[in-house]
């Protein structure tokens, strides 16, 4: 089997770390050979805390995953994400330099170069540079200059930034298990490439990654991505208010939450009883169902309303013709998408990773949204793909991932 079209994407999530290993098909189609996951306590809200915990959660979601697929592999796509991401869009403007004023290939890289020009914070790098459009002499709305005449380029883009040491610590525990970092990228990006039709790109989508310690937003309009932002709230915390209000242990709360969690009252069958473990030689004690939804409900409303303010603040509202869609683990928990359908008062729905084939069963499921992302951005690689490339050409990452090696051979 070719090296040449294998693709790994390796998610380093706040309860689990995810490694998928895919081969692409010739027809584009990423067939999934093998899948690790693996617990992991080592990050808060998306920010690694403990680097050993870390670095055997990943050593073992990816040996894991290449005993599965029968091949050892050296490289992944791995997804960034946290407190410490901002994202912001910004414009740049340069003259075509061809006498004949064909735009070309340079000319784009000078306009994506000039809209990158900003100034950040010393401790801050930029990740993504990611075009949404292009404006030729006042023309907007143009996806691909290339080729076009014109006297003056614009290029509006979405750029997203991280602290210089928190990329550091992720890309140090990704060396550290033994592999290199391909490309690192943002995981509300990657979850949307999962689970987002070209249809909802266009007319206008908000996705909410809901995971366990953070929830990732990302704001999509005319198959450009507008908005990015990740808050600080996931399925952790319903878990732990389960475990306050019924005064039971974490481990009880969560399979409490899997198995009889509800986030809208309304939707509880009436009358219903459950039995709460007994811990410390003490009685089960049975509490209404209820209980359960008086407790997720005002904690996933919470959740989706800093959501829903970030959107508006942004005035990006009225360009969601194609409603929110939730993904991520804490999704699944039921009636999820009822609420948010309330509270945002536009039409929601839980996203289901697709595009695969191969082991399917064992990823569809919305908690492998981004890892999954993950292995479709690889695959523009494999392909030549387009959309993406443009990264790579403003050399943004390259750069990154040079200050990242710097970095190592100045400290190590
Ligand atoms: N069937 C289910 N019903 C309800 N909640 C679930 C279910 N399966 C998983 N979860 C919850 O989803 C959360 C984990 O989701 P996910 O795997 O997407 O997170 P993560 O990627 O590790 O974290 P993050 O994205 O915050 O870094 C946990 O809080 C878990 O309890
Ligand atoms: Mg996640």
Request: charged share 25%; net charge negative.
């Amino acid at each position: 089997m070719s090296r040449g079209n294998i693709v790994v994407g390796l998610d380093i999530g706040t309860t689990k770390i995810a490694a998928v290993i895919a081969r692409i098909e010739n027809d584009g189609t990423p067939s999934v050979i093998g899948v690790g996951t693996s617990p992991c306590e080592g990050l808060k809200r998306g920010v690694v805390i403990s680097l050993e915990k870390t670095v055997e959660a990943i050593g073992k979601a990816i040996t894991d995953a290449e005993l599965m697929a029968g091949i050892d592999v050296q490289e992944a796509y791995v997804g960034i994400a946290g407190d410490h991401i901002k994202s912001l869009n910004s414009r740049g403007v340069i003259a075509v330099s061809r006498a004949d004023h064909t735009i070309t290939e340079k000319d784009i890289e000078r306009v994506l170069d000039a809209a990158k020009a900003i100034r950040l914070p010393d401790e801050r790098e930029i990740i993504h540079v990611i075009p949404q459009e292009y404006i030729v002499d006042n023309q907007d709305g143009i996806r691909n200059p290339l080729d076009i005449s014109g006297v003056r380029l614009e290029a509006e883009v979405h750029i997203v930034t991280g602290i210089m040491t928190s990329i550091q610590n992720v890309v140090k525990c990704v060396n550290r298990a033994g592999l290199e970092v391909r490309e690192l990228v943002l995981e509300p990006l990657a979850s949307s490439y999962a689970v987002l039709s070209s249809d909802e790109k266009e007319l206008g989508c908000a996705v909410l990654d809901i995971g366990g310690g953070t929830t990732d937003l990302a704001v999509f309009h005319a198959e450009a991505i507008r908005y990015t932002s990740v808050i600080g709230i996931g399925g952790k915390n319903v878990t732990s208010d389960i475990a306050i209000g019924l005064r039971t242990p974490v481990d009880n709360a969560e399979t409490i939450k899997i198995e009889q969690g509800y986030a809208l009252k309304s939707l509880i069958p009436k009358d219903q009883i459950f039995e709460v473990p007994g811990t410390g030689g003490r009685e089960s004690r049975k509490v209404s169902l209820d209980i359960i939804g008086t407790i997720i409900e005002p904690r996933m409303e919470e959740l989706f309303t800093i959501a829903k303010r970030e959107i508006e603040k942004n005035e990006y509202k009225e360009l969601l013709g194609a409603g929110i869609v939730l993904t991520g683990g804490a999704s699944l928990i039921r009636g999820c998408a009822e609420l948010a359908e309330q509270v945002f008062d536009m039409p929601a729905k839980v996203g289901y990773p697709k595009g695969f084939s191969g082991i399917t069963d064992i990823i569809n499921n919305p908690s492998y949204a981004t890892v999954l992302g993950l292995i479709l951005y690889g695959s523009q690689d494999v392909e030549g793909g387009e959309q993406f490339r443009s990264l790579a050409k403003t050399g943004t990452l390259e750069r990154t991932m040079e200050s990242v090696r710097k970095w190592f051979k100045d400290f190590i």
